[in-house]
């Protein structure tokens, strides 16, 4: 007799469960229907703003617009340091690089584009970082150091500038 009493608990529990948890899921409407409407009142006038100068870009630049030197990825690193050299007139806000990655003979290993965020003055240096293509910590760059770890492969690699973005001129 126990037991008729515990289902006839339990199968109103069921059917509250099964009933009550997916109108629980469903989320609050709270543009309540069409009553949001835009009043008159408190509207203020746009205003012209005076127009911001946009930045320009450059796409596929003269070489010596901007000079890539300095290229280092040492074997077990998580990032690639390379020296950009700004050629311009005006500040360099952004460049786009096409790296290749080349083994010894000349084939490629890898190829990659990738979008760095570098503000650099008329003609200064900077330093930029990017994490590195090696995920397995297996390449070195030919020119760098030489690990004493055996079963690793040195490379090279080309680099050519797809687009930079400048610095728009001020209009004095």
Request: proline share 8%.
């Amino acid at each position: 007799m126990r037991s008729n009493a515990s289902h006839r608990l339990l199968l109103p529990m069921l059917l509250y469960i099964i009933v009550a948890a997916p109108l629980s899921l469903l989320g609050d409407n709270t543009l309540r229907g069409n009553r949001l409407k835009a009043s008159g009142r408190n509207m203020y006038p746009l205003t012209a703003a005076s127009p911001q100068p946009q930045p320009d870009t450059l796409r596929l630049p003269v070489s010596p617009t901007i000079t890539v030197s300095g290229y280092d990825k040492p074997l077990r690193s998580y990032r690639e340091t390379l020296l950009l050299t700004n050629g311009t007139e005006r500040e360099v806000l952004s460049i786009a690089l096409t790296i290749m990655y080349l083994d010894m003979q000349g084939r490629q290993l890898h190829q990659r584009t990738d979008t760095l965020t570098a503000k650099i003055p008329s003609g200064e240096t900077r330093m930029v970082r990017m994490s590195s293509w090696d995920t397995q910590h297996s390449y070195y760059y030919h020119r760098g150091q030489r690990p004493r770890t055996a079963n690793v492969t040195p490379y090279d690699i080309s680099c050519r500038v797809e687009f930079i973005t400048l610095k728009p001129e001020k209009n004095d």
